[in-house]
């Protein structure tokens, strides 16, 4: 049954649980440029929606698809949230996540931050002001 799968490896060339090199995709400089500068922008962007006391950091790895990309918000009080993604690397000439996507990201994990403050908090704040 498990020579049926793509797991079960090759005889004498991949063992079992890996795959193939050959299905693994790599990428040239350039896309890993590509990738890491709108990485980047996606942070940048995360962190104009939020102030100083959020940490914003973000991460491009190689999982079994492909790169993988990661975005992850650390509020001062509260659970982090991270939104993570494989990009489609190869469509890509001069942008490999989209304006659109990097603004829609962004704003995401800025609102969620914020909604961990706010559910970490409670309503154990008094108002300073009506």
Do not use: C, W
């Not at 996606?42 to 991460?59: G, H, W």
């Not at 190689?62 to 993570?84: D, E, F, N």
């Not at 990009?87 to 800025?110: H, K, M, T, Y």
């Amino acid at each position: 049954m498990n020579g049926n799968t793509p797991y079960a490896g090759l005889p004498g060339e991949t063992t079992a649980g890996q795959r193939a090199a050959a299905d693994v995709p790599t990428l040239s400089s350039s896309q890993k440029r590509l990738l890491n500068r709108d990485v980047s922008r996606l942070a940048a962007r995360t962190r104009e929606f939020l102030p100083d006391e959020y940490v914003v950091d973000a991460d491009v790895t190689t999982g079994i698809s492909g790169p993988q990309v990661r975005v992850a918000v650390r509020p001062p009080v509260g659970h982090a949230v991270s939104a993570g993604f494989s990009p489609d690397v190869d469509a890509a000439d001069d942008e490999v996540i989209s304006d659109d996507e990097r603004s829609e990201v962004a704003r995401g994990l800025a609102a969620s931050a914020a909604l961990q403050v706010k559910q970490a908090v409670g309503d154990d704040v008094t108002p300073t002001a009506k």
